[in-house]
């Protein structure tokens, strides 16, 4: 394998990066944000990974060709107040 030979990626709270579809596990995690497209919730899913609080994107069903579909960014129970709080004081201009 050369060193661009493609790796397959782990969707998962250690990755956080890809939806996890239907996954029961996180059925009782607070929905901070909802989204249309992969890369939007991508995005304010890292913002709140750099300040130390998990978050997952789930979907209940698979994206369509284009990364869109309906998204939540969910954080573990306890934890969606400090998420919202973090998200509504992003200056993002």
């Known amino acids: 394998m050369g060193i661009f030979s493609r790796q397959p990626r782990r969707a998962g709270p250690a990755s956080g990066d890809q939806p996890l579809v239907g996954?029961?596990?996180?059925?009782?995690?607070?929905v901070v944000r909802e989204f249309e497209d992969l890369a939007s919730?991508?995005?304010w899913r890292r913002h709140l990974g750099d300040?130390?609080?998990e978050a997952v994107i789930t979907s209940d069903h698979e994206?369509?060709?284009?990364?869109?579909?309906?998204?939540?960014l969910q954080v573990p129970p306890g934890r969606w107040s400090e998420a919202e709080e973090f998200l509504a004081n992003l200056d993002l201009d």
């Open 23 to 30: 996954d029961p596990r996180f059925d009782d995690w607070d």
């Open 41 to 43: 919730a991508q995005a």
């Open 51 to 53: 300040v130390g609080i």
């Open 63 to 72: 994206l369509d060709r284009f990364g869109r579909g309906d998204l939540y």
